[in-house]
């Protein structure tokens, strides 16, 4: 269990407030990244582990450094085998390709649950923030033009504590992953 925002506690699959339960999806964090695979009937190859592991490993991170995390674990691979890849297991909802403005597609395992981001304008770190607790608010418009609505992504901005403060923060934009903004 983490603490969300003071008051609220979370787990994989649910949210607590003082007097509101949401329960969320799961999202796998306990799977094997071979058994995640397996799940949404792909084949297992080492192509595939090892993306899917590098981006596991560093949620939000993007192609050009998941390339380079992967070559670091296979040896060789093309950038084209990786794009292949990516697209694959985002297509099968085994990652989720998040794009905020102004940034390059970013991937992180994160999936089947109703999370959003928070984007640092001075370093480009980006964490996840868990929907409001209850019935996932975001998903309700005043109008919803005959769509069935079924996910909204929203993007926080803002400065991260150690761009606030006017010092280097102590991950870099390109791999930033972390769950909770740090204090």
């Known amino acids: 269990m983490r603490t969300v925002s003071p008051g609220i506690r979370s787990t994989d699959t649910s949210i607590w407030s ?14 094997s ?3 995640r695979l397996r799940a949404a009937a792909l084949r297992v190859t080492r192509p595939r582990v090892a993306v899917l592991d590098a981006v596991r490993e560093h949620p939000h991170a993007d192609t050009d450094s998941i390339v380079r995390i992967v070559r670091g674990s296979l040896g060789t691979v093309s950038t084209q085998a990786v794009y292949d890849v990516l697209r694959a297991l985002s297509t099968a909802g085994v990652l989720r390709r ?5 940034s390059v597609a970013r991937y992180e395992a994160r999936v089947g649950d109703n999370h ?14 868990d929907c409001a607790v209850g019935a996932a608010p975001c998903l309700l418009t005043d109008d ?3 769509y069935v609505i079924d996910e909204a992504e929203i993007t926080f901005w803002g400065l991260c504590p150690a761009c606030a403060r006017g010092r280097e923060p102590s991950i870099g934009g390109d791999i930033t992953s972390t769950t909770q903004p740090e204090e």
């Not at 003082?18 to 799977?31: F, K, M, R």
């Not at 959003?116 to 996840?128: E, N, Q, S």
């Open 18 to 31: 003082d007097s509101i339960l949401c329960t969320l999806p799961s999202v796998h964090e306990a799977q």
């Open 98 to 102: 998040i794009e905020p403005a102004g």
């Open 144 to 146: 919803d033009h005959g």
């Open 33 to 35: 990244s071979e058994e």
């Open 116 to 129: 959003h981001h928070l984007v640092c304008r001075g370093c480009g770190t980006i964490v996840d923030i």
